[in-house]
């Protein structure tokens, strides 16, 4: 239909807005009204074609309190629908492109199912689907919102094609069906926070995938097929031809995205690490297993055997984003600087070997155990100097001047924010101050007592901590974990040294936190002939006093070695006047 200048008229306009209206109606769809609680799926991967294949069953489960009879589902927008079926008998669908930064190209390709019946709620309906289409790189969601071009293509890597293959699954490329609400990458926050959702609503999904390749004959190499999840890949002879093959299971989408590569793989393989790489990295493949290998005794003592063997796999593109899914990491193996590829194999190995369902958990620990890994290797000013690196983003991010509105302390506390960022940082920094406070010994042991199955609350791991010292720690979880109280910020009020009857001195420090909060700091005193360190613990917009014994004359006084985030570190020096008389 066309419609000339002429006729495009006040009344037009007016059908148009009522044809809109209704369309609306139709479409004021319940997005998120079921979960995908099953997927059975064969894909055929064509690199040749860079097309995907696909076609099972997958099982809809109504997450409502009421009947459902039209369920929404979507693909990547390069992908088509070509079959529903309930049973034997096609069902009615109407496909629509969909605009949503949940996609690589920023669209997907949404069914709006019409289902033979109603879904009673909890009640459950199984499809069988097929779909098919050409998964090229994309990074349309990110260049719209200006992202410069190079930048976007080191982010959004995910293609198929005869020399590499990898996709990435949910929040990058939607290879297998997904029901969510819109993604906008240009309002903060909207797509962490609806993958974190679908996440939520994923956790105990199955899925089940079979993946084949056709004949690579004349390849020098044949593929190696890794996917996320369990699985074994194979290779199967035909005369001549060879067919890879992989089959993949995972047992809770909550815990990781399922994701597959398919490369010219050789193979290094150590006890704690397979590094799967591509030709020309030999080198850069033996030094991460190698550093592999020098971390895994750090991180099996924090925290203890590896659930499941860490796989590593190169990325061509020497510039591609790293990602994770569980104990798989897909990162370019360009570099073999040891330092880097033992902070990765560190973060790599913690996840391997323990798995929580709360980010600053999961990762916080996993990016804990960077800084560990540091400590060990470079000593503690190493580690300091490496949170503080992390800490100007923090630091950015909560801004003291302005401290959070009581809305947004929950919001943004740590238990609940959608800033992936902040969470990660921050996470890291709560981890060193509790190991700062409780000791390696309690610590590691409070680690060792969770149990991903049991946390169903939020004070489950707070309370583990807990249990590990006779310390009240409330106040601790309250200002870092469960809400957002910003940062402190330290300063001596005051200072004063006497000389005793043995001819040392006793000074007596008094430090203002004017933070809104509180934290266990440690503070030196400079004085002639060395140093000495204390910790004291001071709330948020409350003062301590400690009276320190030093052998010399105190000179000056420093609060804070870098271990406590913090909103103003320029008033952390303080001289101490020579005492009188
Ligand atoms: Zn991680």
Redesign the pocket.
């Given at each position: 239909m066309r419609f000339s200048r002429k006729k495009f008229g006040l009344r037009t306009l007016w059908f148009l807005c009522a044809l809109c209206a209704s369309a609306m109606n139709c479409v004021a769809l319940d997005r998120e009204a079921f979960s995908i609680t099953n997927y059975d799926l064969n894909l055929q991967i064509e690199p040749e074609q860079h097309r995907l294949g696909a076609r099972g069953k997958i099982t809809l489960r109504n997450d409502t309190s009421t009947p459902q009879k039209v369920a929404v589902l979507q693909i990547s927008s390069s992908l088509d629908w070509r079959s529903i079926r309930v049973g034997d008998k096609a069902v009615q669908f109407v496909r629509q492109p969909l605009t949503s930064d949940m996609d690589h190209t920023g669209s997907l390709s949404e069914a709006i199912v019409t289902l033979p019946q109603d879904v009673a709620p909890h009640g459950t309906i199984d499809l069988d689907i097929a779909y098919e289409g050409v998964i090229v790189v994309d990074a349309t969601r990110l260049t719209r919102v200006g992202t410069p071009e190079q930048m976007a293509a080191n982010a959004d890597w995910d293609h198929i094609s005869p020399e590499f293959s990898a996709l990435r699954g949910v929040g990058y490329v939607a290879w297998y069906p997904i029901a969510t609400e819109v993604a906008n990458l240009s309002e903060e926050e909207s797509l962490f926070e609806i993958l974190s959702r679908w996440k939520a609503r994923e956790a105990g999904s199955h899925m089940k995938l079979s993946f084949h390749s056709p004949d690579l004959t004349g390849e020098p190499m044949t593929s190696v097929m890794l996917c996320s999840g369990r699985g074994i890949p194979g290779v199967t002879r035909e005369g001549t031809a060879k067919f890879p093959w992989a089959e993949c299971s995972f047992d809770d989408l909550g815990r990781s995205a399922p994701s597959f590569a398919i490369g010219n793989y050789a193979v290094v393989d150590r006890p704690s690490v397979t590094v799967y790489h591509l030709p020309a990295r030999a080198v850069a493949a033996e030094a991460y297993a190698a550093a592999a290998e020098t971390v895994a005794p750090l991180i099996a003592d924090w925290f203890g055997v590896p659930r499941e063997k860490a796989r590593t796999a190169d990325l061509p593109d020497p510039d591609a984003a790293p990602f994770?899914s569980g104990a798989l990491l897909l990162t370019p193996l360009s570099s073999a600087a040891p330092s880097t590829a033992g902070l990765a194999a560190a973060?790599?190995l913690?996840?391997a070997s323990f798995f929580s369902p709360r980010t600053w958990i999961?990762?916080g620990l996993?990016?804990f155990a960077q800084v560990l890994y540091l400590e060990q290797q470079r000593g503690r000013q190493a580690a300091l100097e490496y949170l503080a690196a992390h800490r100007s983003a923090l630091s950015a991010a909560e801004s003291s001047a302005t401290p959070p509105r009581s809305e947004d302390e929950a919001n943004h506390s740590l238990i609940h924010t959608a800033n992936e960022e902040l969470s990660?940082s921050k996470a890291m920094c709560v981890w060193w101050m509790l190991r700062d406070m409780l000791g390696d010994v309690a610590l590691k042991k409070a680690v060792a007592a969770y149990k991903p199955e049991q946390d169903k609350e939020p004070s489950y791991m707070p309370l583990l901590i807990s249990a590990q010292t006779q310390r009240d720690l409330e106040w601790f979880f309250d200002d870092w974990v469960y809400r957002d109280h910003g940062l402190p910020d330290f300063k001596v009020e005051s200072a004063f040294a006497h000389k005793t009857m043995t001819n040392s001195y006793l000074l007596t420090v008094t430090i203002d936190n004017l933070g809104t909060a509180g934290a266990e700091v440690p503070v030196t005193i400079r004085m002639n002939g060395g140093e000495i360190t204390r910790r004291v613990e001071i709330r948020a917009r409350s003062k301590g006093t400690i009276r320190i014994e030093t052998p010399g004359l105190p000179q000056e006084i420093r609060i804070n070695d870098g271990s406590v985030p913090e909103s103003d570190l320029t008033n952390n020096t303080f001289k101490v006047e020579r005492p009188q008389g």
């Open positions: 994770e973060h790599q913690t996840h999961n990762e996993a990016h990660r």
